[in-house]
């Protein structure tokens, strides 16, 4: 069946766990951004710098989760499986975010750096 969604429903999973995920996520597939170069006598042309492919938004606690066990991820495949079919697929992950949770709505931030990330469609 054919859909022309463009967003909403998400699966965030780190290692194939699915975890709750709660409103907004962001990624970045790491691709080199080019900045040019100014000069005092005009422009002298493109440097390129490297950007960490990264997924990150909160996530919500349970009795099923270790925050702590999170928090040590490494060399892991986190994705994000999105509504318009794409899947975010992030490897050699580890965790990089800080440990503040919400106790309110018991919110999780996380974000996970890799060593490369790619769009499967």
């Known amino acids: 069946m054919a859909t022309n ?6 699966h965030f999973k780190v ?3 699915t975890f709750r995920a709660k409103g907004e996520f962001t990624y970045n597939l790491g691709a080199d951004k080019l900045t040019m170069i100014s000069g005092v006598d ?10 960490i492919p990264f ?7 349970g009795d099923d989760l270790d ?15 999105l509504a318009n079919g794409k899947v975010i697929s992030l490897r050699g992950a580890c965790f990089a975010a800080d440990m503040d949770i919400s106790t309110s709505e018991g ?6 750096e890799g060593l490369s990330a790619e769009e499967i469609k």
């Open 5 to 10: 969604l463009r967003a909403g429903k998400i």
């Open 15 to 17: 290692n194939g766990t």
């Open 42 to 51: 005009g422009v002298h042309g493109p440097k390129s710098e490297t950007v």
């Open 55 to 61: 997924i990150e938004g909160t996530i919500t606690d």
């Open 67 to 81: 925050v702590k066990a999170m928090a040590q991820t490494q060399d892991a495949t986190v994705t994000l499986e």
């Open 107 to 112: 919110e999780i931030p996380v974000r996970f």
